[in-house]
């Protein structure tokens, strides 16, 4: 990306050097896979089994490790994320280049295996015993329901696997122990992927408890156990379910910051209207701070109808102008009236410092430390559209090509369904301002036309929007544009001349 990769150099010289040495660090130790593997396998050998039979099993850990790492390796390969095409496996949640999604897993890998021997420590062994219901698992578990969240289900799935099959065959554990704490973890990962509310998470908890539950109390029983000892081993079930769920929210609410994902708990705190960057819009650029609730409005509609992400999307609206605060002045909804500052230069210099606002957002974004994804979007909302207005007043009507590559915008192309939506609300938003009262057809021919014209000029070929989807896109903006110019029936005696003046309140 263009404009990312500038504004990531402007970063840096303007003090905002920390998160671009981490990215040229992660770049450089991903670059160099022999040595990460060399690394993972260690660890594994260390981690897998009891620390205190570490030298006379570590020939043992070792096959066993190497053999981990050669699965996993595979498997990211063919995924995509060891590959220089990116991530293959893309999150809506995470929306992280390759180099991210990699560190995610490395790093939620290891800690989830620290967490079991942790556990096994303080329980001296014990915890990995169906008598206390499997509770040294609980931080494999969570790390799987994170991986699941943050990058993707599938990856989630193998990895936790790896894992699990590795501390089975060093511990030598049996066979139903694993098979019970499989069945189980695949269950949490496989329920908590969505995320969108606290309730899943709620849900997934409870489906994970009640399994560890129903199997340490079934494996308790079938050892012959007395009955309160198999209820007591239930317990301790629901105990080890509870665990996981708390530790995968403390990895979330850890990890969402230095990575910059775009969480729903994030993300529904970027949408209050009290954060500062939108309260700072709001008093120095009113008119583009109602344009872009505008805008939040028709995107999450959009959004909800073609599955898309609806959060996502409105607080992407919410923040796709916010570049604009450098020179609110410039932008005619916020002139109120007074002589546009544009008659004043030529159009050249008016195109430039139009399409600027894309870059100046992004950075601005960057500094508060907005999630990546809506980073992403900020810099897509335009595409390389035409700034229409000031090229046709440079060519006084005619066409000139190769003058025209000069009046667009930088781009790049809205790469999600997300950014493609956004693009195409701001479009419609800010063409609709200029509709008098027309009825319900005729708006919809009108926002037929606006997104006709974004499709024709390519700026949708590089997202994954169907042409199902943008009918279902028209169909959504028309809703909230004609719901949002509804008429007030008039007071009585207040009614001028020249306009009518309607009611707040019938």
Excluded at 158 to 178: E, H, Q, W, Y
Excluded at 232 to 258: I, Q, Y
Aim: charge should be neutral; proline fraction near 5%.
């Amino acid at each position: 990306m263009r404009v990312l990769g500038r504004s990531t150099r402007r970063g840096a010289r303007s003090g905002h050097s920390a998160p671009v040495a981490l990215g040229q660090t992660l770049r450089a130790l991903f670059h160099a896979p022999v040595g990460v593997s060399a690394i993972a396998i260690l660890l594994l050998a260390i981690f897998n089994g009891e620390l205190r039979t570490l030298p006379s099993t570590l020939p043992e850990r070792l096959l066993i490790a190497l053999a981990q790492v050669g699965l996993l390796t595979a498997f990211f390969y063919q995924t995509g994320i060891l590959r220089p095409t990116g991530l293959a496996l893309r999150s809506p949640v995470a929306q992280s280049a390759r180099e991210a999604g990699l560190a995610l897993t490395l790093l939620i890998g290891f800690f989830s295996l620290l967490g079991v021997r942790a556990a096994a420590l303080v329980g001296q062994g014990a915890t990995l015993s169906p008598e206390l219901g499997f509770l040294a698992f609980a931080p494999v578990i969570g790390g799987g329901m994170l991986l699941s969240v943050l990058v993707h289900p599938l990856l989630a799935l193998f990895t936790f696997a790896v894992l699990l099959g590795g501390i089975g065959a060093t511990l030598s554990l049996p066979i139903m122990t694993l098979c019970s704490v499989g069945l189980s973890g695949w269950s949490a990962i496989l329920a908590i992927a969505p995320m969108r509310r606290r309730t899943h998470m709620f849900w997934a908890g409870a489906l994970l408890s009640g399994l560890l539950a129903f199997t340490a109390f079934s494996n308790s029983l079938t050892g012959a156990t007395a009955w309160l000892e198999s209820l007591t081993s239930g317990l301790w079930g629901v105990a080890a379910g509870v665990g996981a769920v708390a530790l995968f929210w403390l990895g979330l609410s850890l990890l969402e910051r230095p990575f910059r994902l775009a969480t729903p708990m994030t993300l529904l705190e970027l949408a209050s209207l009290e954060q500062p960057l939108l309260r700072e819009l709001r008093d120095k650029a009113p008119g583009t701070y109602f344009h872009s609730q505008q805008v939040g409005q028709l995107a999450e509609e959009a959004a909800l109808v073609i599955g898309a992400d609806p959060l996502l999307a409105r607080v992407a609206g919410y923040y796709h102008d916010i570049g604009k605060l450098s020179k609110p002045e410039f932008f005619i909804e916020n002139q109120d009236g007074v002589d546009t500052l544009h008659a004043q230069i030529n159009p050249t210099l008016s195109a430039r410092i139009i399409a600027a606002h894309v870059r100046e957002g992004v950075e601005l974004a960057r500094q508060h430390r907005l999630p990546t994804a809506v980073c992403d979007i900020i810099a897509q909302h335009h595409g390389t559209t035409l700034i229409t207005y000031f090229y046709y007043q440079a060519v006084s009507g005619g066409h000139d090509p190769v003058l025209e590559q000069h009046f667009r915008y930088e781009g790049p192309k809205p790469q999600t369904r997300e950014a493609a939506i956004v693009m195409l609300a701001d479009s419609v938003e800010a063409a609709s301002r200029v509709l008098g009262d027309v009825t319900p057809a005729r708006l919809a021919n009108f926002v037929h036309e606006i997104i006709e014209m974004r499709r024709q000029d390519g700026q949708l070929d590089e997202c994954t929007l169907t042409f199902r989807d943008l009918k279902l896109i028209e169909e959504a903006f028309v809703r909230v544009l004609v719901a949002s110019r509804h008429r007030r029936i008039e007071y009585p005696g207040a009614k001028t001349e020249d306009e009518p003046v309607y009611a707040v309140h019938p």
